[in-house]
């Protein structure tokens, strides 16, 4: 029988990379990311506790890393206040495409069109596309319907699509 670790490592191991990817779209950089998916999985140990110990439902932790990136942005919002207006730059130099595609032309025009989308957008496409979860999976994680699930994910892919032939056309005029 293999320990709860090990079934948690193993879990984290799989799904930790699309649980990062998810939480880039609430932060600004990478660390905070990271910090977002450790306070998620550290509040899923917690949960799981009375549950036998298992790894949780990946619905649920997408849905607790949206509620820590929102409480994330509301003690940032504080903070920027207190100090006054305090600029940063972001840092999207981290992987979002296959690593092997990190100097593809391509793969930077996409993220850059993926970063450009609506909170709201970007967070369902990072959900389905990288993150692999169902349009119930994802309302479920959201609150939302289905149906909006589906519709964000269609108009998202509708501005990518034309955000893409744009710059080509731009490119190779």
Request: hydrophobic content about 40%; charged content about 30%.
């Amino acid at each position: 029988m293999q320990s709860h670790a090990s079934v948690w490592k193993r879990w984290l191991a799989e799904n930790g990379p699309r649980l990062l990817l998810f939480a880039r779209g609430w932060t600004q950089t990478r660390e905070d990311a990271e910090d977002l998916v450790q306070e998620a999985i550290v509040r899923m140990w917690h949960h799981q506790a009375d549950k036998g110990q298992q790894p949780p439902d990946l619905p649920l932790v997408f849905s607790t890393i949206r509620f820590c990136g929102l409480n994330h942005h509301r003690s940032e919002r504080r903070r920027r206040k207190r100090e006054e207006s305090v600029i940063y730059l972001n840092d999207f130099k981290d992987v979002w495409l296959d690593p092997l595609l990190e100097d593809d032309e391509d793969a930077h025009l996409m993220r850059d069109a993926v970063q450009r989308l609506s909170d709201k957008l970007r967070e369902v496409v990072v959900m389905k596309f990288w993150g692999g979860l169902t349009f119930q999976q994802i309302a479920e994680a959201l609150a939302i319907s289905p149906n909006t699930a589906a519709s964000r994910y269609r108009y998202a892919l509708e501005q990518l699509a034309q955000e893409l032939r744009r710059r080509k056309e731009v490119r190779h005029a």
